[in-house]
C-alpha cells in the first residue's frame, strides 16, 4: 500500500505464525516479507497479513466477517486485489535446503520490490531450536551433536549478506548456549560467523563483554507484560560499519533490559474471561461474541478491535488423564505445593500413567496456577495437554489454543489457520509478540537516531505536536503577559472564528495570530531556517502553511475582521510597546468606525 511517510521494515525468516512479527508491527514497523516452510503457519500469516493491510485502510468491517466465518478468505481478497497481491507477495512458502537459494531470494526481492522498499531495516528469526534443545539432548544418546539443524543459521547469514539491513533479531532456546556441534561450541561459532560475513555484523553487547557470563543474553517474556516465564536468547546484532558514527548502537540489547515492566501478569490475566469449556467442548473456528464481564488492562487489550473469540475449543481426555487432572487441581486448591508424579504415585498408585521415563519428567502434569505467569508454552502442547492444565477444578481440561495464546500474548483478532494440532503448533513456537514488541521500540529508537529527519507517522506527528504545543504555550502566555501589563481588555481565546486565531476581540472583530517564524516563515529570521535533510518534505511544508496563511486572510476579511499577525521572535519584551500600540490602534479604528 502506498505510504508516503517513512516506516521502517523488517523481513521475517523462519517466521512461524508471525509473533517476533506481530511485536514489529505493533510497534510501527512494515515486515514486507515472511519466509516459512511449514503450509499452515504459512496459512495464518496470509490471514494476518490480510488483517493488518485492510486495518491501513480501514476495511476491518470485512476482515471481521472472514474472522466470523461469514465469507471465505478467497472472497475476501478477490473483493481487495491490491491487498490480495500483497498478502501473496509477501508469505513466501519456501524451505531452506529443499528449494534453492536464489529463488527464496528472489521472491523475498519481489515482495520489497511490490512494496517500494529498496532494503529492509531489521531482518528477523529463529532458526528451528531442536538441535539446540535442552530437553532433545537429554533424550539423545549423542546430545544432539550430530544433528545437522545446528548449522539452519547459517541460511540466515547468507540472507543477511545479501539484504544488508542495519540491524537483526536473532531468537532461540537458551540450549543455544551451551550447544556443541562436532566438538565445537556452537553459540561462538554463531557469533564468529556474523562477524566473517559482508558486511560484518556485531552483536550488542558483544561476546567479548558476556564472556564469563553468556546467559546475560537472556530475556524473560514475563518482564515485558507477557503472562508467561519463557526464557530465550535474544541476539539484537548492528551493521558494523554504523557504529562509528552512531556508536550508542552498542548498548542497545541493555536498553531492552531497561524496558522491564514492575508488574508481573497471571494466568489470571490471560485467561480468567474466557468462556468455561468442558472437554470436547467449544470450536476450533469462529467461537463468538464476548461475555458481558469485568476486565483486566490485559484482557481489555486483548480484545481490541476482535469481533470475539476463536480457536476455543477444549481437547477431550481419557477418563483416567481426568482422574489425574483432577488430583493436581485439588493438591493445588488445598494450599499445598503444586504437585508433582512422586505425590501422585505416593498418594494415588492407581492413577500411575504408563509413561516411559517417570523419573526422568515428573512434572509431566502440571496446572498453570491463577496468580503466577503461566510456564513456557511449548510445541509439545500439540501432543498432549498435560503441562497445561486448567486451573479450575469444574472446568477440568487441559488449555485450548486461544488460552495458549493468550499466555503467549497474541490478541484475540489473530486467527490461527489449521487444524487444532497444527494451531498448538503455531502457538508453542512463537515468540511472544509483546516481548517483540519490546525489542521493537528499541530498534525504532536507535533508526530513529540513524535517519533523524525520517520519521514515522506517529512519530512525526508526535514531534510537531509537541513543538507546536510547547510554542504555543510560551507565546500566549506572553501575549496574555502583555496585554494585562497595558490593560488591554475585551479578548478571548479558543474563539470558534476560521482558522483559529490565538486571541480574538469579538465585539471589535479583531483577530490576533501569533506565528512561529519557522513555520510561517518569517523572512529574513535567522528562526526560519530550512533543514537540509528531506529538502522537498520541508517546502511542501512550508508552501502549504503559507497559502494557508494567505486563504485565512483573505476569508476573514471578507467576513470584515481586522487581522493582526505577529511573528513569535517579536515577542521579546523590548517589542511589548510597539505590539501593544499596535493592538491599541487597532481597536480605536474598529470601535470609531461602529459609532
Known amino acids: 500500500m502506498k505510504n508516503s511517510y517513512f516506516t521502517p521494515t523488517a523481513v521475517d525468516l523462519f517466521a512461524g505464525c508471525g509473533g517476533i512479527s506481530e511485536g514489529f508491527v505493533s510497534a510501527g514497523f512494515r515486515v514486507a516479507a515472511f519466509l516459512e516452510c511449514d503450509h499452515h503457519a504459512a496459512e495464518t500469516l496470509r490471514s494476518r497479513a490480510a488483517f493488518h493491510e485492510l486495518r491501513e485502510v480501514k476495511k476491518l468491517a470485512w476482515y471481521d466477517k472472514y474472522f466470523r466465518e461469514e465469507i471465505s478468505r478467497e472472497r ?28 527464496l531470494i528472489s521472491a523475498i526481492r519481489n515482495a520489497l520490490k511490490l512494496q517500494k522498499i529498496d532494503k529492509p531495516h531489521v531482518l528477523l528469526g529463529g532458526p528451528p531450536c531442536q538441535a539446540y534443545s535442552l ?9 544432539m551433536e550430530n544433528d545437522g539443524r545446528h548449522f539452519l543459521y547459517q541460511h540466515y547469514l547468507n540472507v543477511l549478506a545479501d539484504l544488508r539491513p542495519d540491524f537483526f533479531v536473532l531468537e532461540n532456546v537458551p540450549g543455544l548456549l551451551t550447544a556443541k556441534a562436532g566438538g565445537q561450541d556452537t553459540f561462538q561459532k554463531v557469533l564468529t560467523d556474523f562477524a566473517a560475513i559482508e558486511p560484518a555484523y556485531e552483536v550488542a553487547p558483544s561476546y567479548d563483554e558476556y564472556r564469563r557470563s553468556p546467559r546475560d543474553y537472556l530475556v524473560n517474556s514475563s518482564w515485558y507484560g507477557v503472562p508467561q516465564r519463557r526464557t530465550r536468547v535474544i541476539l539484537i546484532g548492528y551493521r558494523r560499519a554504523l557504529a562509528r558514527a552512531h556508536p550508542g548502537i552498542k548498548v542497545v540489547f541493555k536498553r531492552l533490559l531497561t524496558r522491564k515492566l514492575e508488574t508481573v501478569l497471571t494466568v489470571t490475566d490471560a485467561i480468567g474471561d474466557l468462556p468455561d469449556l468442558t472437554p470436547g467442548d467449544g470450536k476450533d473456528g469462529w467461537f463468538g461474541t464476548y461475555e458481558a464481564k469485568s476486565l483486566t488492562n490485559y484482557q481489555s487489550w486483548a480484545h481490541r478491535q476482535s469481533a470475539g473469540i476463536s480457536n476455543h475449543k477444549a481437547r477431550t481426555h481419557m477418563a483416567s488423564d481426568l482422574d489425574r487432572y483432577r488430583f493436581f487441581i485439588d493438591h493445588h486448591l488445598n494450599g499445598n505445593k503444586r504437585a508433582t508424579l512422586i505425590d501422585l504415585l505416593r498418594e494415588r498408585p492407581d492413577l500411575t500413567p504408563k509413561h516411559d521415563h517417570l523419573d526422568k519428567f515428573i512434572d509431566r502434569f502440571k496446572v498453570q496456577l491463577w496468580n503466577r505467569p503461566s510456564a513456557t508454552v511449548m510445541a509439545h502442547i500439540a501432543k498432549d495437554g498435560h503441562y497445561y492444565i486448567h486451573p479450575d477444578i469444574h472446568q477440568c481440561r487441559s488449555f485450548t489454543v486461544r488460552e495458549a495464546a493468550r499466555c503467549q500474548s497474541f490478541p484475540d483478532n489473530f486467527k490461527f489457520e ?27 529508537h536507535e533508526l530513529e537516531e540513524i535517519y533523524p529527519y525520517v520519521f514515522t507517522r506517529a512519530k512525526r506527528s508526535e514531534v510537531m505536536s509537541r513543538i507546536r504545543a510547547r510554542g504555543n504555550r510560551d507565546t500566549e502566555l506572553r501575549m496574555i503577559a502583555l496585554f494585562r501589563e497595558y490593560g488591554i481588555t475585551g479578548w478571548r481565546r479558543n474563539a470558534r472564528v476560521f482558522g483559529k486565531p490565538d486571541f480574538v476581540f469579538p465585539r471589535e472583530k479583531i483577530a490576533v495570530f501569533v506565528d512561529g517564524c519557522f513555520w510561517h516563515r518569517h523572512a529574513g529570521c535567522k528562526f526560519a531556517y530550512t533543514p537540509k535533510s528531506r529538502l522537498k518534505f520541508w517546502l511542501r511544508k512550508f508552501q502549504s502553511n503559507v497559502a494557508r496563511d494567505k486563504t485565512v486572510m483573505r476569508a476573514l476579511r471578507r467576513e470584515e475582521w481586522q487581522v493582526a499577525r505577529i511573528w513569535e521572535c517579536e515577542l521579546h519584551r523590548a517589542h511589548w510597546p510597539k505590539i501593544a500600540r499596535r493592538v491599541l490602534r487597532l481597536r480605536t479604528k474598529r470601535q470609531t468606525a461602529m459609532l
Open 135 to 143: 530437553v532433545g539432548r537429554s533424550r539423545d544418546p549423542d546430545r
Open 418 to 444: 489449521g487444524p487444532r494440532t497444527e494451531q498448538f503448533k503455531q502457538v508453542g513456537n512463537a515468540v511472544p509478540p509483546r516481548m517483540a514488541y519490546a525489542i521493537a521500540k528499541v530498534l525504532m
Open 76 to 103: 475476501l481478497l478477490r473483493k481487495f486485489p491490491e491487498t490480495a497481491d500483497h498478502v501473496e507477495a509477501s508469505v513466501v512458502e519456501k524451505e531452506f535446503g529443499k528449494h534453492r537459494y536464489t529463488d
